[in-house]
């Protein structure tokens, strides 16, 4: 959540820096299938203003935060770690996952599922951060109003913050496969109305958050349902190791922006996305008939 707040405030500051007087792009440049607008010199010439601004305001914030900061000693007991490996082992979300046969973290990422997961994850979340690139620059092609862009992105932050919550919380009660699929089928719903969606303003940041809120519940439940299957010690050690699929994410995501919307147009490009999104699900479908399969035997 204090990301979410954090990106709305200083989004907003960095635009009164940098475009007070919310003046319009007005140039367009045509690159391949794909329009851009730029703004006028005179909000260019305010850049190092508003990065003086920013940068008078982490220096507050940080000073802040660290003379804040309070050492506590904390005492750490087996009787903790039993009742925390209980706490997990009752978890409602395991459904039918067993607990782990894997061995060492070399053997976990080696497996199946881990190779099936990083694959989900590396394409399920690319929308969500090609959407980060795109929305601002394609939006304002629609809505040229730089002021309620920033706003969209701050909102958008926000939204990302509680989705983290919202989705941690269902983990409890649904396992990850229903979830998953509930994600999966908001994301290609998002994919087909994008179009129609920006041409106007307040569907278009219903969309975005929508979209933003979505994509947290792709870092919030992988990380979850990889302890759940390798385990609780090996499963830190995993989570670690995954990270790095949401890097490849991001590199399709920007592949998609450089290469493939100039080359094919960005409603072209939506339709792309509801493919690339649609497959994650068989894979994670295949881990999941697996595990159950491994339970029942």
């Not at 794909?34 to 190092?48: G, I, Q």
């Not at 409602?92 to 694959?119: D, H, N, Q, R, W």
Request: with cysteine; aromatic share 16%; net charge negative.
């Amino acid at each position: 959540m204090g990301y979410g707040f954090g990106t709305f405030l200083f989004g907003m500051v960095s635009v009164w820096a940098v475009n007070p007087d919310n003046i319009r792009p007005t140039d367009r440049v045509q690159e391949g299938m794909t329009t851009k607008v730029y703004f006028t010199e005179e909000v260019y010439s305010r850049y190092p203003y508003m990065l003086e601004c920013l940068s008078i305001a982490y220096f507050i914030v940080g000073m802040t935060g660290a003379l804040l900061l309070e050492h506590k000693t904390t005492h750490h007991s087996e009787e903790s770690d039993d009742s925390e490996e209980s706490v997990l082992a009752e978890h409602p979300s395991y459904g039918t996952i067993p607990p782990s046969e894997y061995t060492s973290v070399s053997e976990c990422l080696k497996s199946k599922p881990f190779s099936y997961l990083a694959i989900s994850a590396s394409l399920s979340t690319s929308f969500g951060l090609f959407v980060t690139i795109i929305f601002k620059p394609y939006g304002l092609l629609y809505i040229q109003d730089d002021h309620f862009m920033t706003f969209i992105g701050g909102c958008a932050s926000i939204a990302n913050g509680l989705g983290r919550l919202f989705w941690g919380t269902l983990m409890d009660y649904h396992t990850f496969y229903d979830i998953y699929t509930c994600l999966i089928g908001i994301t290609i719903f998002c994919c087909l109305v994008f179009q129609t969606m920006v041409q106007y303003a307040w569907p278009y940041l219903f969309l975005i958050c929508t979209v933003l809120f979505v994509e947290s519940g792709q870092f919030t439940v992988f990380p979850i349902v990889l302890s759940q299957i390798f385990g609780e010690k090996l499963g830190y050690h995993v989570i670690a190791y995954f990270s790095w699929t949401y890097n490849v994410g991001n590199l399709i995501a920007t592949l998609m922006t450089k290469f493939i919307a100039p080359l094919v147009s960005y409603p072209t490009t939506f339709q792309l996305y509801v493919i690339i999104t649609f497959i994650p699900l068989i894979f994670a479908g295949q881990v999941m008939i697996k595990r159950s399969i491994h339970s029942q035997v």
